[in-house]
Every structure is written in structure tokens, then in C-alpha cells.
């Protein structure tokens, strides 16, 4: 329940914030993300993988336009979505 009303909370407040300002702050939290579950994730072939799309998403984040934001979240998130079904897996 209480993970229903922070989710919430969180997409009325990036809804509410502008769209640029929340495309590039995505972009940096999925980053850390990936940065903070780096240490968590076992395995050396999603390690690399990690690895390689965090390289990417920064390149894209370098090129400071609309379009590599874009392609940041795109990738980050991508990532993030596999580290969670890799863990479902391993749960299973």
C-alpha cells in the first residue's frame, strides 16, 4: 500500500515538473540506479551489461539534447527493467 502512494506521489510530482527538467533528472536517478546496483548484481555477464549501457546512457547524456535524454532513459531504463527480471528469475 504504502509503495502504491509513494509511486503515486512520484509520477503527480514528475507530471507537475517540466518536461525537460524531468527528462534530464530520469536520466541522472536511473544512472544512479544502475551505479548503486552495480555492487548488488551477481553474475559477471549482467555486470558487463550494466557496465556497457551505463557507458552508453552517459554518452547520450553528454550530448546534452532532448533526443540523447531521450535515448538516456531509453537505455537506463531498459536496464533497469532486465536487473529486475534477472532478480524475478532468481527469486523463482
Known sequence: MKRSVLLGLFVTASMMASASFAAEDLCAVNLQTLNNAKA????????ARVEASVQTAKAYQAENTKQGTEKCITETTQ??????????????
Open 79 to 92: 536496464t533497469i527493467q532486465d536487473i529486475q527480471n534477472a532478480n524475478k528469475g532468481g527469486k523463482g
Open 40 to 47: 548488488q548484481i551477481q553474475g559477471t555477464d549482467m555486470q
